[in-house]
């Protein structure tokens, strides 16, 4: 409900998660689910397939403008 209706997102949701979170948890909770929809948005845009990214952080175009 959070990415896709989030204002669907009615008093009885909140009430369910806080019946097992707490406020804290469940703002992490949120953020959690934001950080991976965002990541899977990013890949299905650049068409990725599993395992085709490097997993070296210098890999990329990004490591040709670093000075060493």
């Given amino acids: 409900?959070?990415?896709w209706d989030?204002?669907?997102?009615?008093?009885r949701v909140w009430k369910d998660l806080r019946a097992h979170f707490s406020d804290a948890q469940i703002v992490e909770l949120g953020s959690f689910v934001a950080?991976?929809?965002?990541?899977?948005?990013?890949i299905k845009t650049w068409g990725v397939g599993h395992?085709?990214?490097s997993a070296d952080p210098g890999a990329g175009l990004a490591?040709?403008?670093?000075?060493r």
């Fill in 35 to 42: 950080l991976t929809f965002g990541q899977q948005r990013v």
């Fill in 51 to 53: 395992g085709e990214l």
């Fill in 6 to 11: 989030p204002e669907g997102a009615a008093e």
């Fill in 63 to 67: 490591s040709s403008r670093v000075e």
């Fill in 1 to 3: 409900m959070l990415v």
